[in-house]
């Protein structure tokens, strides 16, 4: 036997028939994981240096804010003073919002009269012209030092107010609600949407940076779009459904009351089916947001009327307003319904070119007609058309759960309920409704 034969005994013969077979089941297993995960980490690959250093730091965030939370609990989550002064602190507090965007646009309109070359008024320096705003932002920078020291009061003091509504509707344990209530005033992340172009869904959602400059967000879809073949948004939100949740900052009582209701439910619903399930399809999607829309409006509205009567409408002014808004609907609503089935038929038959071609030709018309929509795409009315209360929605959703509501008898019944839900059929279900009949 020759010492090359030798080497092939039985033990090594069998060691290298398992190493063939560890070799082909991992290279089996490799082509398999390839086949179902890299398109999603090609994907995040690809987009990830498209907006390097613009990301929300959401850990940062979340551990100054518990640190807060934790620190306000432990001293007993102290709140005195009676509920009419609570209500002028928040009048006041609002008032002052409104005063420091006066004078930020005051400041903007005093650069904007600065001459844009000594050769345009020799008579006059720059310094002149600063000379009349620089104690108009010392005046701003008072007031914004003096607006961040009073918001943590106003936050409690908004959020307890929300809390004992929601408690004397049902909603909540007794005389608590849970999760409680808590929010702060934010410089609101802005929002990168992402859809397929051959149809309207969100396919990727990202927080940013907060106050992403206009050409920065149109730089930032140019390229992802265009590196990416996707449909691309970067907008505004007006609250996430965090914990605590983010509001963002407004002069409106009745708007920030919303959204701090309609965050709050998306954080009660997190820890019931429907919320548990919510990023399962586009209907899901739609069904949570729009239930935390309608709880919002009603909340606001409920709030207003319990601890800022002077500014809820009369019954007068409430029938007439419903009255106009149903013999003269919105143009803005009736276009982008027009235009959203227009675009879905496009993108049904494969012709998504000219759906994007009608798109922008139709936001141009609404540009001219005096409504700044700065883009209009696929990812807009993936983003938008999830509240089927808004006016970017065809989605029947929205008069669906609006038809259950009426029927529910109580804010709480119609929460109860929706919250169970699991799919659109529940929803259907619980109308007596034929999903053929959407």
Avoid at 115 to 130: R, V
Wanted: no cysteine; charged share 25%; net charge negative.
């Amino acid at each position: 036997m020759s010492l090359g034969e030798s080497d092939r005994s039985p033990r090594r013969i069998t060691a290298w028939r398992w190493l063939r077979r560890i070799l082909f089941l991992t290279a089996v297993s490799l082509l398999l994981t390839t086949a179902s995960v890299v398109p999603e980490k090609e994907f995040n690959l690809r987009l990830s240096p498209l907006i390097a250093g613009q990301r929300f730091d959401w850990v940062d965030w979340e551990t100054d804010v518990l640190l807060e939370e934790t620190v306000w609990w432990l001293q007993g989550r102290p709140l005195s003073d009676d509920a009419a002064q609570q209500s002028g602190e928040v009048r006041g507090f609002l008032a002052e919002q409104q005063r420091m965007w006066d004078l930020e646009a005051r400041i903007r309109g005093e650069y904007a009269r600065l001459p844009q070359s000594p050769a345009e008024s020799p008579a006059d320096s720059p310094n002149d012209h600063l000379s009349s705003v620089k104690p108009l932002e010392r005046e701003l920078a008072e007031l914004r030092r003096q607006q961040a020291e009073a918001a943590p009061r106003i936050e409690r003091i908004m959020a307890n107010q929300t809390a004992q509504v929601l408690a004397a509707e049902g909603v909540g344990w007794g005389a608590r609600v849970w999760p409680p209530i808590s929010f702060r005033f934010n410089d609101m992340p802005t929002y990168l949407v992402i859809s397929p172009r051959d149809e309207i869904r969100q396919y990727r959602g990202l927080f940013l940076l907060p106050d992403v400059s206009e050409a920065e967000r149109a730089r930032l879809e140019t390229a992802i779009e265009a590196q990416l073949d996707v449909s691309a948004l970067v907008d505004d939100v007006g609250g996430i459904g965090v914990w605590p949740t983010m509001v963002t900052d407004s002069a409106s009582l009745r708007s920030l009351l919303d959204i701090i209701a309609h965050e709050w439910t998306h954080t009660y619903l997190f820890f019931r089916p429907l919320g548990l399930h919510y990023g399962d399809s586009r209907d899901l999607t739609t069904m949570n947001e729009t239930v935390a829309s309608m709880v919002g409006e009603e909340v606001a509205d409920l709030v207003i009327s319990d601890y800022y009567p002077e500014l809820a409408p009369s019954s007068a002014e409430a029938g007439s307003g419903a009255e106009a808004e149903d013999t003269q609907p919105d143009e803005l609503d009736l276009a982008m319904r027009r235009i959203r089935r227009h675009v879905d038929d496009l993108l049904a038959e494969g012709r998504v070119t000219e759906a994007e071609t009608y798109m922008e030709v139709e936001r141009q018309k609404l540009v001219e007609a005096g409504y700044r929509l700065r883009r209009l795409n696929q990812a807009y009315f993936a983003f938008h058309g999830s509240y089927a209360t808004s006016p970017a929605s065809v989605d029947p959703i929205g008069p669906w759960m609006r038809q259950l509501r009426a029927q529910s008898g109580s804010l709480k019944a119609f929460v109860d309920q929706v919250a169970g839900m699991r799919t659109l059929d529940d929803l259907l279900d619980a109308l007596g409704e034929d999903r053929l009949s959407r």
